[in-house]
T-cell receptor, first 113, second 110 residues
Framework: GDSVTQMEGPVTLSEEACLTI???????????LFWYVQYPGEGLQLLLK?????DKGSNKGFEATYRKETTSFHLEKGSVQVSDSAVYFC????????????FGKGTKLSVKP | DVKVTQSSRYLVKRTGEKVFLECVQD?????MFWYRQDPGLGLRLIYF???????EKGDIPEGYSVSREKKERFSLILESASTNQTSMYLC?????????FGSGTRLTVV
């Protein structure tokens, strides 16, 4: 079945460092891909998404590009802030926003001042 | 904005108790979901519902049941709580615009 694999954490960075969280997927069709973020004590929020190959999702300085050839959707940010400390989840859906989500295991990011 | 409200942030229950976790959404969404979140395992789907009185098993339904008597409310029921059900439980609803998650209920079974 479909699955998502993301790099294990925790990841600890200093403020203004570059961030990459790797995410790869296995799917039989052409899924939509998502990054969700969970700040401490809160539920999940959609960070960005991409619905087809070569699409780039972006939000709050984060970016991820849907790479069909490498089945990847890596999350990147050029300069992280303390406020970016959270757990990040990669997810896929086989029917866009209407499909059930399949999540990776999550990556905890801590950013130190 | 859509709100998904989970009635309790923290719960402590005893082994063998029947436990109800409540979730309410305020935007008339048809689809609602219950996940559990565990460190190193991510989010796993327990049950979902696509309409009133309709329910579908997710990936880990064992030990759980659900109730959807009204469109806005989706309840997760632990028939006889066990210590391995200690976890964070997240409710979500879905519209054409995507998913909205509640803040979660951290359940501890002692």
């Amino acid at each position: 079945g479909d699955s998502v694999t993301q790099m294990e954490g925790p990841v600890t960075l200093s403020e203004e460092a570059c961030l990459t969280i790797n995410c790869t997927y296995t799917a039989t069709g052409y899924p939509s891909l998502f990054w969700y973020v969970q700040y401490p004590g809160e539920g999940l929020q959609l960070l960005l998404k991409a619905t087809k190959a070569d699409d780039k999702g972006s939000n709050k300085g984060f970016e991820a590009t849907y790479r069909k050839e490498t089945t990847s959707f890596h999350l990147e940010k050029g300069s992280v802030q303390v406020s970016d400390s959270a757990v990040y989840f990669c997810a896929l859906s086989d029917r866009g926003s209407q499909g059930n989500l399949i999540f990776g295991k999550g990556t905890k990011l801590s950013v130190k001042p | 904005d859509v709100k998904v409200t989970q009635s309790s942030r923290y719960l402590v229950k005893r082994t063998g108790e029947k436990v109800f976790l409540e979730c309410v959404q305020d935007m008339d969404h048809e689809n609602m979901f219950w996940y559990r979140q565990d460190p190193g395992l991510g989010l796993r789907l327990i049950y979902f519902s696509y309409d009133v009185k309709m329910k579908e098993k997710g990936d880990i339904p064992e030990g759980y049941s659900v109730s959807r008597e009204k469109k806005e409310r989706f309840s997760l029921i632990l028939e006889s709580a066990s210590t391995n059900q200690t976890s964070m439980y997240l409710c979500a609803s879905r519209s054409t615009g995507g998913y909205t998650f509640g803040s979660g209920t951290r359940l501890t079974v002692v």
